[in-house]
């Protein structure tokens, strides 16, 4: 029997609700599939804090190095600043372990209303590549003359030649196995020195892949193109803050941030990648038990996938799909009442039911 060890971070707010369901549907699907999951939770969260100065350990990459994949809920907390809870637990891990890929699929399924007039179902279907090491995410800048009239902020941005090939690369190698066609969200009319580079590099890698269409729109535009047109996209492949703004949005035009899953991955596999839902801790519905946990649970399909265990991922996709189909139970996020451990037990009755022969 083939066997995984998984760290768990739930994180913070809804992240401990959905996490627990994602555990739920991964082990139905192992159970049926005959591989064995262990997990070990890891307490780092805003609550870790507030009460020890630190989001996680010094030494917490080490405590998860020798994992074969990290499951992630949420981070953030009111209370604690955004950019110290993501500079404190996820930017470190996104970092340190070389996940420079953000893969986040954008799909409308049977069942879910997009806020888009005139879509059915399979009508969008993309996938965004995430820049995930670089870009506008940088440590690089700094304050001066703070608390005077002349107080200003400073904050570089980096983009080198590796870090755009690699991810541009990534994109065009999942084209392949798509539609073949790439998309890239640039703004080189305004930013005249990265956003030029970056055209340059994807048109260079454009060019050694022959027989993927490649294009690229402005940032501005694309993200009208993302409501007017979004069937006309496949693979769409931008810099960290432009890929992170492009799958909220494209998490909305599928029906909710709650359907939207993720996965950071180091393709070369020297590092433990790490799955999370695109959304946060939700605040304001942390405690309510109304969570959607799809998208973790999706992102928990993609961990199998990663791991090899492509059946068992395409076992609980499948079931997720059910469940939306038949529109029983739905959370309120997408027009139901039920709670966030009815959708989950449903999912995972899905898969256990078809062990079972039904
Ligand atoms: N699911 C992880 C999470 O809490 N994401 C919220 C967030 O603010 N992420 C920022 C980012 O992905 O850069």
Known sequence: MKSYKIAVIEGDGI???????????????????????????FDWSCETYLSTGRMMPEDALDQVRPYDAIYLGAVGYPGVPDHVSLWGLLIPIRRGFKQYVNLRPC?????????????????????????????EYSEIGGRLHRNTDQEMAIQET??????????????????????????SATKSNGIVFTMPFWDERFNAIAKTYTGVKADQYHIDILTAHFVSHPDRFDVVVGSNLFGDILSDLGAAVVGSMGLAPSANLNPEREYPSMFEPVHGSAPDIAGKGIANPVAQIWSGAMMLEHLGEKHAAHAVEQAIFKVLARRDPLTPD???????????KAIAAEISAVTAGN
Do not use: Q
Not at 33 to 41: A, E, H
Not at 107 to 130: H, K, M, Q, Y
Not at 334 to 344: H, N, R, V
């Open 15 to 41: 992240g401990r609700e959905v996490v627990p369901e994602g555990i739920r549907v991964l082990e139905a699907a192992a159970r049926r599939f005959g591989i064995s999951l262990s997990w070990t939770n």
């Open 107 to 135: 799909r409308l399924l049977e069942g879910i209303t997009t806020p888009l007039s005139g879509r059915n179902a399979g009508e969008i279907d993309f996938c965004i590549v995430r820049e995930n090491s670089e870009g």
């Open 158 to 183: 980096v983009f080198t030649r590796r870090g755009c090939d690699r991810v541009i690369s990534y994109a065009f190698e999942l084209a392949r196995t798509r539609r073949n066609h790439v998309t």
């Open 334 to 344: 997408i027009g139901g009442k039920a709670k966030t451990e009815d959708m989950g």
